[in-house]
């Protein structure tokens, strides 16, 4: 069994429920949530579901969709077994329903067969949920769970090898804005668009496993880890990036893996959001203004030197997203920062207004925070107006239609790569390969704005070390 961990493949200890260390770690917030994103056919899979569906069908009078059980049940039993360690989950009926589920293998089936899989003594809990007005964030936690002895002795010759990722998964979704998940029409997903983006994903991903993907200590990486889904907010005119749960690993986690056996490096376009609105809504290459032409990058706010460039590069980038100058103040009065502690890397997040903070915000007053964005307005005229438009969501879009053409390409060239956004993960002696296929896409994406000059990017090796890079377009 192998845990999914926010930072590293390693798994969690495994002391009594009654033991300190077990005890800090359920309550640790950053306990993963368990997602129903694997599946196997493999014997043992197959027994186990088999009991589950048993077990249900005995205990419950009213069965709807029979014939579906042996399937879900064998997506549940698979993606618990991935998760060796503590894991959330919640089973409020609500959450599991349609216009509320936040994700779309939220079913009442997978409700039901998760209650009846504790029945039977497979998963067990660690700690209790905690209420809102409880809990230090606010905002309340699920349950912690891990899977028992009792469960593992089902599942003794299971490997990596045997998984694939739950069939079911949509690879394009949309959801509201709050995040719910929009239900979409059967007939949507035979549309010629959906199943070229089915096949792009499927095609992606068997590369990636023929290449055996694998973390620094040498396990294979989950195909659920691997796996693609492109999000759109609300419209198909909204949004439009691609996530996968890899991307949610440190940097250095992700550069540390190996792809076929070799390091791997990635190309990441730099500024990409500001060049974007450059090319593709201003007609030019570069900045103009007074100041413009003299700064170093469009993060660069004089003054303000004393911030790291990922908090300038966050906070102007909040500029975008916001839908008012004023909702981008409140966002960035919520907006802190800290220094990870296990992996050293800086990290900033924004909070809702009633969690309770983590690290330090990012500016100490709104004062701060308006001279910030006084002083940015001044130095980098080309991006006023720009300020307060909510545009963050159709440069989402661009990027998301960039990396489209980038697996395109990929695909042709049988490359294995991950996408993390606009940053591209491939094997270091692949490094010029994709330089070409991203020079081909952003061409053929920002067509005539795609045409001319050249796009800085930045090489990062195996080894953390950066290099620039110029992509002539010309």
């Not at 905002?139 to 299971?158: I, N």
């Not at 974007?276 to 203004?289: D, N, P």
């Not at 330090?360 to 006023?384: V, Y």
């Not at 159709?394 to 695909?411: C, N, R, S, W, Y």
Request: proline letters at 3%.
């Amino acid at each position: 069994m192998n845990n999914i961990s926010s930072t590293s493949p390693s798994s969690y200890s495994q002391d009594s429920l009654g033991g300190l260390q077990g005890y800090r770690e359920a309550v640790r917030e950053d306990i993963v949530f368990l997602g129903i994103k694997a599946y196997s056919e493999h014997q043992e899979v197959y027994k186990a579901a088999e009991l589950l569906v048993n077990e249900y069908c005995r205990t419950r009078q009213r069965i709807k969709n029979r014939d579906k059980l042996p399937r879900d049940a064998k997506k549940l039993i698979a993606s618990i077994w991935l998760h060796d360690g503590l894991f959330r989950f919640t089973t409020k009926e609500e959450y599991f329903s349609k216009g509320k589920r936040k994700q779309v293998w939220m079913t009442s089936r997978t409700l039901e067969l998760f209650n009846c899989a504790r029945e039977l003594g497979w998963v067990e809990v660690v700690k209790g949920a905690i209420p809102p007005h409880l809990a230090k964030n606010k905002q309340g936690l699920s349950t912690v769970y891990r899977a028992t002895d009792k469960f593992k002795s089902l599942l003794t010759w299971l490997g990596f090898e045997d998984l694939t990722v739950n069939p079911d998964l949509p690879c394009v979704v949309r959801k509201d804005v709050e995040k719910r998940v929009i239900e979409e029409p059967e007939s949507f997903y035979l549309t010629e668009n959906y199943l070229r983006h089915q096949s792009l994903v499927q095609s992606n991903l068997n590369r990636l496993r023929e290449h055996q993907a694998r973390w620094a200590n040498g396990d294979l990486i989950a195909p659920s880890e691997l796996l693609l889904t492109r999000q759109f907010t609300e419209t198909f005119g909204k949004g439009g990036r691609w996530y996968c749960n890899f991307q949610n690993k440190p940097k250095s986690v992700r550069n540390s893996i190996t792809i076929g056996g070799k390091s791997v490096g990635s190309l990441d376009i730099t500024q990409c959001h500001p060049m974007l609105i450059l090319r593709a809504f201003k007609g030019k290459e570069e900045e103009g203004g007074l100041f413009g032409k003299f700064s170093e990058e469009v993060y660069d706010v004089r003054g303000f030197e004393y911030l790291d460039r990922g908090i300038r590069k966050k906070a102007i980038n909040t500029l975008f997203n916001a839908d008012s100058e004023k909702s981008a103040e409140k966002s960035l009065r919520n907006t802190h920062w800290w220094i990870d502690d296990e992996t050293g890397e800086l990290e900033i997040k924004t909070f809702k207004t009633k969690a309770v903070r983590q690290g330090n915000p990012i500016f100490k007053s709104l004062s701060e925070i308006r001279a910030f964005i006084s002083q940015f307005k001044f130095q980098h005229t080309d991006f006023i107006d720009m300020i307060g438009t909510g545009i963050g969501l159709k440069l989402q879009g661009f990027d998301g239609a960039i990396t489209t053409q980038v697996l395109m390409f990929a695909e042709i060239m049988k490359l294995p790569i991950i996408p993390i956004h606009e940053e591209y993960l491939v094997p270091e002696d692949k490094k010029f390969l994709i330089e070409e296929i991203l020079r081909s896409s952003l061409r053929v994406v920002l067509m005539e704005a795609g045409q001319y000059g050249t796009i800085a990017a930045k090489w990062t090796d195996s080894n953390g070390n950066k290099s620039n890079v110029v992509i002539n377009l010309s």
